[in-house]
């Protein structure tokens, strides 16, 4: 009997050696096909920026531009392509972009489309140790004023892709769609067919349609049913930590120089606190804390939570750690805690948060995984399908967005020389090969770090410091470093 892949089902952990087993075993074959398939060279499930950059490579490369292409998204996206705020709201759903990324996001036609006075490059970075007295900073050798990278905020990165295809030859858009069940196709060929469809992937819909994929590309998130099909182990960890996100707008004005701008980040014993700025006098608030604490600051009143905030980047970590266990009056306690706080010398605080935007605080859970692989036989994964990362170096996105790049210019390669892009061997061996280890170092760099600002005190502590301070003396080391956090 044929080897055939089950309809997709949620079921539990099986270990690789097990996972192995079975996929030598006979399966049941997929439900009678109802109607003759709709064939695709590339569907993509998941419409983020992600699955759209890799959508949007592909159709306006010269190799790829005459490829069948089908997004499949459970969303609407009809809010995404008109979405639009005032200028004094922004999207808690914010990104740090590297050069790299927005190079690529460049050369496919879609960095044109954002709008330009909601990017926020910044110039410098500043990061220090709240347990000990050490600190590293990062621009780039003056007289230069390159950004480090850009801010904005996820809806405009996805409205601006969306609005290049648009200028594109059409791809199909189903919207609005779930996944009912994905399998192999039938043995026999369909009616007028000369295609033997029985290795590629079947899509049966929500809304009852029937795709079939040269090349199926997973870009579905964390909990990717797209992986789940294709039988690839996910291992890691979870981090016992929330990442609290926020929109806040800055007292005061900027001191420096006004077209330069700072990202501050501080290393608590909890996890990191960091403020990413945006335009005019508006940032994004990213605080690692623990599920408990995480709590503690979503059920606060903005005053209080704006004075958490504060405390965060200006008190010792024992005080801040005190007033997130408050019922209340955080307010007046920062006033006090701050009275008697010697600030740290040769520290650049950020200026002071002045509120933060209504209905813009929320959490989620921090964890680390890989997939054991990122393809299979017509299957790749990209982005949080593939992998998913600490926030506290804010590679998370650009990840995801060099993995859309890598796939296109594999399939581009692929199809240039003739070669069947749904093959392992043909296309996405290349792909793998280009991003797996290097994804992998990436992913080790930033839990190594998690774990190392995790430890509170001994020996520890003080190497750390030693090793940050030895670091910030270096001018060739920390330029390495933006070098590889750039792309």
Same mark, same amino acid.
């Given at each position: ?83 639009? +705020? $005032? %200028? #004094?709201?922004?999207? &808690?759903?914010? !990104? ?6 927005? *190079? ?84 026999? +060929? $369909? %009616? #007028?067919?000369?295609? &033997?469809?029985? !290795? ?6 929500? *809304? ?280």
């Amino acid at each position: 009997m044929r080897i055939q892949h089950p309809p997709l089902s949620l079921k539990p952990y099986v270990c690789t050696s097990c996972a192995r087993s079975i996929k030598l075993r006979s399966r049941r074959y997929a439900t009678a096909v109802q109607s003759t398939p709709e064939t695709y060279d590339v569907v993509c499930v998941g419409g983020g920026p992600v699955g759209l950059s890799l959508l949007t490579a592909l159709r306006s490369s010269k190799q790829t531009s005459h490829l069948k292409l089908a997004l499949v998204e459970s969303q609407d996206l009809a809010p995404a392509r008109t979405w639009q +705020l $005032p %200028p #004094s709201r922004y999207s &808690n759903r914010a !990104s740090s972009l590297t050069p790299s990324s927005q *190079s690529f996001l460049s050369q496919i036609g879609a960095w044109q489309h954002l709008d330009p006075t909601r990017i926020q490059p910044y110039q410098h970075m500043h990061v220090w140790d709240a347990l000990a007295p050490s600190s590293i900073s990062f621009a780039h050798p003056s007289p230069s004023t390159r950004p480090i990278a850009c801010m904005t905020e996820n809806p405009n990165l996805v409205r601006a892709l969306l609005t290049r295809l648009t200028e594109l030859e059409p791809i199909s858009i189903f919207d609005k769609t779930t996944l009912s069940s994905i399998h192999l196709g039938p043995k026999t +060929l $369909p %009616p #007028s067919s000369n295609l &033997n469809l029985s !290795s590629w992937p079947h899509l049966t819909l929500s *809304s009852g349609r029937l795709l079939t994929a040269r090349l199926l590309v997973g870009a579905d998130g964390f909990n990717s049913p797209v992986r789940s099909y294709a039988g690839i182990p996910s291992r890691g960890w979870d981090y016992n930590r929330h990442g609290i996100v926020a929109t806040v707008k800055l007292a005061g004005v900027n001191n420096s120089n006004s077209n330069e701008k700072v990202a501050y980040q501080r290393f608590l014993p909890s996890g990191p606190i960091a403020l990413l700025a945006l335009p005019e006098d508006y940032a994004t608030l990213v605080w690692t804390t623990t599920p408990e604490q995480a709590s503690n600051l979503k059920a606060m009143p903005s005053a209080d939570f704006v004075a958490m905030v504060n405390a965060g980047f200006r008190l010792n970590a024992v005080d801040v750690n005190f007033m997130l266990g408050m019922e209340k009056g955080q307010i007046e306690e920062l006033d006090w805690r701050e009275s008697v706080t010697k600030p740290e010398a040769g520290t650049p605080l950020p200026r002071k948060v002045l509120n933060v935007q209504d209905h813009s605080v929320a959490s989620f859970p921090l964890r680390m995984r890989h997939a054991d692989s990122y393809t299979a036989d017509r299957v790749a994964l990209v982005g949080d399908a593939a992998h998913t990362i600490h926030p506290l170096a804010g590679q998370g996105l650009n990840l995801g967005i060099g993995d859309s790049r890598a796939l296109a210019n594999a399939i581009a390669f692929a199809a240039g020389v003739g070669g069947d892009v749904g093959k392992v061997g043909g296309c996405l061996e290349r792909y793998a090969g280009e991003r797996y280890a290097g994804n992998g170092r990436v992913m080790g760099v930033v839990d190594k770090l998690s774990w190392l600002y995790g430890k509170r005190g001994g020996a520890i502590v003080e190497a750390r410091a030693l090793g940050l301070r030895g670091m910030n003396a270096l001018e060739g080391v920390k330029g390495w470093i933006m070098r590889m956090a750039g792309g």
